[in-house]
């Protein structure tokens, strides 16, 4: 459990100050992201890569996963994922009064090719979560995190390195995935829990037009099967360099239904936040309530991660 709160809920709570129209109805979000999980990050799950040498270059589940091949990797995830995240962690998680889980997952969690070397067997852990979820008053959101060709290059994409995301098939992939969680968590058994759909996680300022397009794609798939559903436009990369309000405009544009902004802010990193006293830390953190509440009229907007 001691990994679980360092990691996860220090890094990635979201400001209890910030509420969206999660049911219909003004509700604060307090939830926790299930980092390091379903999707790898050497970071947050630093004793999983101890095993290897510097000249091994294993720095993401790709690399994890090939370097090991497929049958001790298999074994090694699926320790990881029967203990890093427990039925006990939800409980208590609930417990705290937190109303929220977002859960990053992999598209290799759903499908995969023959040469890509991920394991497959996320999903049935994933939905132990949601049932988890269920049964102690938690909602959902179910993020992709991680792209065929990877969105931005970053480890948490599942492959660190250069952003093809944008090439090949990888898009109509990526829709194939976006449509299989939408199909999974239609069902009844789901609907009331997984109230909101990531479809694609912090994507690259390079690619926006390209994400742009795939977002409109990934929406009428998703309401040609689900009505009510959230679906989050993440565009923390596009505030970064300097693109936000486009991304704003471009969704005011579509007028489509039940759309969340999805901003991710990192204080953490900046030597001027981390010399504050832990009171003006959060100070910091939650002065952002009325920036994000000023920048639309009409959009809803979140903190996935901050």
Same mark, same amino acid.
């Given at each position: 459990?001691?990994?679980?709160?360092?990691?996860?809920?220090?890094?990635?709570?979201?400001?209890?100050?910030?509420?969206?129209?999660?049911?219909?109805?003004?509700?604060?979000?307090? &939830? /926790?992201?299930?980092?390091?999980?379903?999707?790898?990050?050497?970071?947050?799950?630093?004793?999983?890569?101890?095993?290897?040498?510097?000249?091994?270059?294993?720095?993401?589940?790709?690399?994890?996963?090939?370097?090991?091949?497929?049958?001790?990797?298999?074994?090694?995830?699926?320790?990881?994922? @029967?203990?890093?995240?427990?039925?006990?962690?939800?409980?208590?998680?609930?417990?705290?009064?937190?109303?929220?889980?977002?859960?990053?997952?992999?598209?290799?969690?759903?499908?995969?090719?023959? @040469?890509?070397?991920?394991?497959?067997?996320?999903?049935?852990?994933?939905?132990?979560?949601?049932?988890?979820? +269920?049964?102690?008053?938690?909602? /959902?959101?179910?993020?992709?995190?991680?792209?065929?060709?990877?969105?931005?290059?970053?480890?948490?994409?599942?492959?660190?390195?250069?952003? +093809?995301?944008?090439?090949?098939?990888?898009?109509?992939?990526?829709?194939?995935?976006?449509?299989?969680?939408?199909?999974?968590?239609?069902?009844?058994?789901?609907?009331?829990?997984?109230?909101?759909?990531?479809?694609?996680?912090?994507?690259?300022?390079?690619?926006?037009?390209?994400?742009?397009?795939?977002?409109?794609?990934?929406?009428?798939?998703?309401?040609?099967?689900?009505?009510?559903?959230?679906?989050?436009?993440?565009?923390?990369?596009?505030?970064?360099?300097?693109?936000?309000?486009?991304?704003?405009?471009?969704?005011? @544009?579509?007028?489509?239904?039940?759309?969340?902004?999805?901003?991710?802010?990192?204080?953490?990193?900046?030597?001027?936040?981390?010399?504050?006293?832990?009171?003006?830390?959060?100070?910091?953190?939650?002065?952002?309530?009325?920036?994000?509440?000023?920048? @639309?009229?009409?959009?809803?907007?979140?903190? &996935?991660?901050?």
């Amino acid at each position: 459990m001691k990994f679980f709160l360092i990691s996860i809920i220090f890094i990635s709570i979201y400001c209890n100050s910030i509420y969206c129209n999660i049911n219909q109805k003004k509700e604060k979000i307090r &939830g /926790v992201n299930l980092g390091g999980w379903l999707v790898l990050e050497p970071w947050i799950r630093p004793s999983l890569f101890e095993q290897f040498s510097p000249k091994d270059k294993v720095i993401d589940e790709y690399t994890f996963t090939k370097f090991l091949g497929y049958e001790e990797a298999e074994k090694q995830l699926n320790d990881h994922w @029967s203990s890093w995240v427990t039925e006990h962690d939800i409980k208590k998680l609930a417990s705290y009064g937190l109303n929220y889980l977002r859960i990053p997952v992999g598209y290799w969690a759903f499908e995969k090719k023959p @040469s890509e070397p991920f394991v497959m067997g996320g999903f049935k852990y994933l939905l132990k979560a949601v049932r988890w979820a +269920k049964k102690y008053g938690l909602k /959902v959101i179910v993020d992709l995190h991680g792209a065929p060709g990877s969105q931005n290059g970053y480890d948490h994409t599942g492959r660190y390195g250069p952003i +093809k995301w944008q090439t090949g098939d990888n898009i109509q992939r990526t829709l194939n995935v976006i449509k299989n969680i939408t199909l999974t968590f239609n069902h009844p058994e789901f609907r009331n829990t997984v109230t909101s759909i990531g479809v694609l996680n912090e994507p690259a300022a390079v690619i926006r037009n390209q994400f742009n397009e795939y977002f409109k794609d990934a929406y009428n798939l998703i309401r040609e099967i689900n009505s009510d559903i959230l679906i989050l436009y993440d565009a923390s990369f596009f505030f970064v360099s300097g693109d936000g309000d486009d991304s704003i405009e471009f969704l005011e @544009s579509l007028k489509f239904k039940r759309v969340v902004l999805d901003t991710h802010i990192y204080n953490a990193f900046t030597c001027d936040f981390v010399s504050l006293s832990i009171d003006d830390q959060f100070s910091v953190v939650c002065s952002n309530e009325s920036n994000i509440a000023s920048t @639309s009229n009409i959009l809803r907007r979140f903190v &996935g991660e901050w």
